[in-house]
């Protein structure tokens, strides 16, 4: 003899854990074309005054929905506005920034020898130094040219 489930109760009352999507989708529509009939018996007033009532309620989200749309494209705008000024003045200090530089490397270089790194006795200016036994990279075209990884 077979023990008796939850399943075979339920099946007896006509009750059943898993449904089909067939079915699901029947009780459904049912369950909707019922509500709609009680709604129809029991409305306050009457189809023609309802769909006024509809139309009013909507007519005033859609102004509603309309006003926030603008409010928001007025604040993204003003947000847009502060956005390009804040940009703008970055890039008018990362200009001076750069323009500062270039004239502090330009007056450091005045009157170097590129080809051999020297830099002119008088000007004060001292070539850059990386250390003890920093010693710069020969020209181009001077030196061994084999490879070294070999």
């Given at each position: 003899?077979?023990?008796?489930?939850?399943?075979?109760?339920l099946?007896?009352?006509?009750?059943?854990?898993?449904?089909?999507p067939?079915g699901?989708?029947?009780?459904?529509?049912?369950?909707?074309?019922?509500?709609a009939?009680v709604?129809?018996?029991?409305?306050?007033?009457s189809g023609?005054?309802?769909?006024?009532?509809?139309?009013?309620?909507?007519?005033?989200?859609?102004?509603?929905?309309?006003n926030?749309?603008?409010?928001?494209?007025?604040?993204?705008k003003?947000?847009?506005?502060?956005?390009?000024?804040k940009?703008?003045?970055?890039?008018?200090?990362?200009?001076c920034?750069?323009?500062?530089?270039?004239?502090?490397?330009?007056?450091?270089?005045?009157?170097?020898?590129?080809?051999?790194?020297?830099?002119?006795?008088?000007?004060?200016?001292?070539?850059?130094?990386?250390?003890?036994?920093?010693?710069?990279?020969?020209?181009a075209?001077?030196?061994?040219?084999?490879?070294s990884?070999?």
């Amino acid at each position: 003899m077979r023990a008796l489930g939850l399943d075979d109760v339920l099946g007896w009352v006509g009750l059943m854990r898993k449904r089909s999507p067939i079915g699901t989708v029947a009780a459904f529509g049912a369950g909707v074309a019922v509500g709609a009939g009680v709604g129809v018996l029991f409305a306050p007033m009457s189809g023609e005054e309802l769909r006024r009532a509809m139309a009013r309620r909507f007519y005033g989200w859609k102004d509603e929905a309309s006003n926030e749309l603008d409010k928001a494209g007025s604040e993204i705008k003003e947000l847009e506005h502060k956005v390009e000024k804040k940009l703008g003045d970055a890039a008018d200090a990362a200009k001076c920034t750069v323009d500062a530089a270039a004239g502090a490397v330009k007056k450091a270089t005045e009157g170097a020898d590129i080809r051999t790194g020297a830099f002119p006795k008088d000007s004060g200016s001292s070539p850059p130094t990386r250390g003890a036994g920093y010693k710069p990279a020969e020209p181009a075209g001077r030196g061994d040219r084999g490879n070294s990884l070999s």
